[in-house]
């Protein structure tokens, strides 16, 4: 008999079925044994009411977590979990687990400590709401990609492995490349633009590296860059109306693949306004003043209460889960940002808030030559480690921008968990690389 | 009126339409000038006998690869290239570029040397012969991806960054983490398999680091890897199945989607038979000192030269490109490969060469516990380091197994390019960090 996995059962009520999987869950009732069966999809319940079918777990001295072939007649039950039960069974134990596992993974609410968690991972992560919050990323990754594929925008896989130059030059991690110096790139960027020259339209999914020494609930050392990056744009207009429709098909793909992961999350999926509302950063700073007597004029950034005071303010106006936040101050924006051509001294970048914490940040950016050797001699930083990124602009690159999405922190605000850690398959941090 | 894109440009026939992207070649006949103009897509032909037409192109002082707004009406015109033209043109330059590019784009074959190549990687990457090569591998990527998901493997997205244990402990990259040792990881082979108690089915496609200090044409120090890896498999032969599909799939996606680009490049796909043929390890040398009186029989491993004889055994005996070699010795493989259970010296795994040489190694692994506590210990490993990916096996694993494949290595065989290095956007080798 061909195995069918929990999720394939609706269709096959009446006939008699295999599943594969791990013995979740076991509990008893009277003389009636319940028992869970766990696969890579879900979850179904099986029931017996005769020892004998039990007997293979008893002699293999099977504890939870073993690995369980069960065969039974599926059963419509509308009490049951999922509404539907195995009745009639006959259950093999293929691999025995001899040992009680670390963490309850069978109860409803997984009390455990986050640090007990991390060092538990490959166990905690089989938690019900832990492969949930996973199978969350999996769907934002490959709806992200689905829709920039739909628009020709190209995959591209960058190094992470930089000589001398990078963005910030802070915060990067530093190891010996055969005696001499490398660094772990911090962002796709550089490369990613030198590939609109080449493709016009590039993404990237994959690891970027902060060597951030803050331990703080939103990061992480190691996270994943949803990266986009294109040319021939007006100006940073032209993205922000790229992000809404990339975010736009990642809630409604979650929503259409994801539903019994959201509802186990508890997580609220938000609307996306035709066109999401947007402030200069200049009037943001004039509003907050006017509704909360806080003068942040003049600051460079905004500061995390001010976010949260925006977000509340576009709720309440526009019944908007999003803003974006345009035109940040130059001065605290990398070299390649592109200055606002009508008050220089903002620029043509954003940020997107998404229930008052930033989300996104992106931008144009520069793109003739000349610009780029004022701009790195204005910041300071030599030209020479930029050569081979310089060719880029020197030999014609058409007016561009892009963004990126932190993946981790998509997934931490859409679900409502309070650390970011929590969002990581194997998360690292300052303390923490393993597992 | 909006821009379309050069592959767009059969459907307007007849229309006036508008073009962007950079100015590729020009050349002169007579009284006419041909321009090229290049955008993320393709090319086209456009025609002008009036040089007042070709004006801003003089006052701007642009070079190739200027940035250039075309506008014309599109003809059909079987003698040019892709059989279209653009009339009547009036040209604007976006950007101008003035310096002569250090590589030149516009001959049909980019007579430089490797080095050049790769220190003008910005420039070069747009040669059209460069272009297509990353265009087969982001369709690569996609066709993995897309075969994988609609088998309900889930996408993961694993640590770089790892603490202690790799798989191999030699040629790996060793940096400094907040003042403790750190490795970057040599695959996801461990977080796969530690993925596969989770999801039952996973895949990665990302960044993998090899330390090695060959200087070859076969060896990068940073590639990209897909990986996959699942449970409740019968043996190696599940995960063989599978590849097959696999690559069937790729092959079949090629075809469709870069008909142009495997013309250009001259490649010939394979068919991939409905099964690929099998040969035992033993059974490969046997053949081997049959056919060619080498004996090698009792070597741990194949040579370049057994392969290609064994290549072209298979393409001699049953017409097909690939062939998988199976079983080979326990003693050559990795401390979580899978004996042969009717000879234990040799492994459940196998390697697929494509056209004689090595392209997937994969695998069953070890399930059970305990048989990795005496592997480990077989193989003098310490099990501290591992105790966190053990838990995945100590609390109920799956028979499972699964295969990498080398992203470059398959576009290198599949076009034939001499160099591992020219299937790389920005490639890394022992001598190069940057661009």
Known sequence: MERIFTTEVASHIGERVRLQ???????????ITFLMLRDGQGMIQAVSEHEAELAPLREAEAELESIIVLEGEMASVPQAPGGVELHEIKLDVLVAVHEITPLTLSKRKLNAQIGSLLDHAPIANRYPARRAIFKLSSTVMNSFRQTLSTRNFVEIQTPKLVGAATESGANVFKLDYFGRPAYLAQSPQLYKQMMVGVFERVFEIGPVFRAEEHDTARHLNQYTSLDLEFGFIENHFTVMALLRE?????????????????????????????TIPHIHFSEAQELIFRLHKTDVRGEPDLSPQDERWLGAWAKEKFQSDFLYVTGYPMRKRPFYTHPDPEQPAFSNSFDLLFRGTE??????????????LQALELAHIASEPFE???????????PHGGLAIGLERLIMQLTGISNVRLAALFPRDIHRLTP
């Not at 990642?250 to 609307?271: N, S």
């Not at 989300?359 to 780029?372: A, F, I, N």
């Not at 081979?388 to 058409?398: D, E, K, T």
């Open 388 to 398: 081979a990124y310089l060719q880029a602009f020197r030999y014609g690159m058409p």
């Open 359 to 372: 989300l996104v940040t992106g931008g144009q950016r520069l793109h003739r030559y000349q610009e780029y």
């Open 21 to 31: 999987g791990w013995l979740h869950a076991r509990r008893q009732l009277g003389g």
């Open 246 to 274: 990339v975010l736009a098909n990642i809630f409604t793909d979650l929503k259409e693949r994801c539903g019994p992961e959201l509802t186990m999350l508890e997580a609220v999926l938000p609307e996306v306004p035709e």
